[in-house]
């Protein structure tokens, strides 16, 4: 597996994701707000990939660094790379790459009642990451519950 930042060539490859994750988040694949985000982030180099032989990502990570609040916009891994420490790859180039403390890392993630909150993994990923659970945000697009997770960092 090779981690790095994402390339104009790896767009189709977030697609690709999306479309993995769409019954959790809502649609992407074909929103044109999602197309321009993720370009955005690839041009300011915000954007990394987990890749390895083969058209297909393992996985792809969207990347605020605004300090002192750091936000991981968004983070996928591909459903057969899952539980195979892709995630946990991207989010330490992440945070190698762009976060410098003191400050904190935050990621919108699934509601404790959402049904992708068990089915993914997301929550018990971020708190062995150390993030920890903070204040409910506004439902996604899909109508399920949102979750801030938040991570010190010095």
Not at 38 to 65: Q, Y
Not at 84 to 92: N, Q
Request: aromatic share 10%.
């Amino acid at each position: 597996m090779i981690v790095r930042l994402a390339e104009e060539q790896d767009f189709n490859g977030f697609l690709g994701l999306a479309a993995q994750v769409e019954c959790w988040f809502g649609p992407m694949v074909e929103d044109v707000g999602f197309h321009e985000a993720v370009r955005k982030h690839i041009r300011r180099c915000t954007a990394i990939v987990a890749a390895s032989e083969g058209p297909d990502l393992l996985g792809g990570l969207l990347f605020a660094a605004k300090a002192p609040t750091h936000h991981v916009h968004w983070l996928v891994v591909s459903e057969r790379s899952r539980g195979k420490g892709v995630g946990r790859a991207l989010m330490a180039e992440a945070l190698r790459r762009f976060v410098r403390g003191p400050g904190f890392v935050e990621v919108v993630s699934f509601g404790a009642d959402h049904l992708g909150a068990h089915a993914s993994g997301a929550r018990v990923f971020y708190e062995r990451l150390g993030f920890a659970p903070a204040e409910a945000v506004e439902p996604g697009p899909e109508g399920g519950s949102r979750q801030v997770f938040r991570l010190a960092v010095t």
